[in-house]
């Protein structure tokens, strides 16, 4: 079984890319604090995010944002311009949480109107009270 959650901090803006055939993927690295460290520690991980998710990263989240995710870590190679070969490991996110709402740059979230709520009209008069012994249906 390979599942990551983690909570933490964008340390640096989400980058949005395209692939050949058109599918979004975004990089961006998470900072996660230590939790049981004296000092302030924390650990960054490589995230990966595909399609309508990593349009959405990129579009809402800038460094500093608070996340909640949810992947699996992968392990792949490439091979630099001078032939070296590198290996890197990175969290693919197939579930991610904005868990505060700020703004990037000078976007903002849309504000909810009145209208945007269904109205329900609820007459008081058609409650009626529970005896105190009968038991709560729920």
Do not use: H
Not at 106 to 117: L, M, S, V
């Amino acid at each position: 079984m390979n599942r990551v959650i983690l909570i933490g901090r964008l340390a640096r803006d989400p980058e949005l890319r395209f692939t050949a055939n058109g599918k979004a993927v975004a990089n961006f690295s998470l900072a996660v604090n230590r939790t049981f460290s004296r000092d302030a520690e924390a650990d960054f991980f490589n995230i990966v995010v595909w399609g309508k998710v990593a349009e959405n990263c990129a579009n809402y989240l800038a460094k500093g944002r608070l996340v909640g995710l949810e992947g699996r870590i992968q392990n792949r190679t490439y091979e630099t311009q001078a032939g070296e070969k590198r290996y890197i490991t990175e969290i693919v996110a197939e579930n991610v949480k904005f868990l505060d709402w700020g703004s990037k740059g000078k976007q903002t979230a849309p504000a909810r109107k009145d209208d945007d709520f269904e109205s329900v009209d609820i007459d008081i008069n058609e409650f009626q009270a529970m005896d105190e012994d009968e038991e709560i249906p729920f």
